[in-house]
């Protein structure tokens, strides 16, 4: 039975990872720090993904899209104030755990006779949510750091 193309790539690429493997000479592999900035199986910082999720987890999420780093609400209302609800948009630019690769958007909009209205989000409100992200991140990292 001949053997496929596909099949003896894998053969060989299977005998040079033994190979390979076998060259260390003993040698101790250097240990991997596990809470680098930039330790991600997606597409952006894990750190500041999992932060976001966490603090936008009182509103429902229209799209989570790791690969893009990008995390869109649905509109929510805070039951004390039903007048007035707020959308938000969590972008997440970098691989490193830095205050610049993270960008907040905030839309708001109030209730007027039965009309939602846009309205002016206050700058404070976007900066406190992205203060609230950025310690969560950190929070994370130092908590993997001392695992």
Do not use: H
Not at 15 to 43: H, K, M, N, Y
Not at 72 to 94: C, F, H
């Amino acid at each position: 039975m001949p053997v496929l193309p596909f099949a003896r790539a894998a053969i060989g690429a299977v005998g040079t990872l033994t190979l390979l493997s076998a060259c260390g000479g003993g040698q101790e592999r250097p240990e991997a720090d596990l809470a680098a900035s930039q330790v991600t199986t997606i597409g952006v910082n894990s750190y500041l993904w999992r932060a976001s999720l966490d603090a936008l987890s009182f509103m429902p999420l229209l799209q989570a899209d790791s690969a893009g780093g990008v995390i869109v609400t649905d509109w929510y209302a805070n039951p004390q104030t039903p007048g007035e609800r707020m959308k938000v948009t969590v972008s997440i630019l970098d691989q490193d755990l830095r205050a610049d690769a993270l960008r907040v958007a905030a839309s708001r909009q109030v209730n007027q006779t039965g009309q939602w209205v846009d309205a002016p989000v206050r700058a404070a409100t976007v900066q406190k949510l992205e203060e609230v992200i950025l310690t969560k991140a950190r929070d994370l990292r130092q908590s993997a750091i001392r695992e």
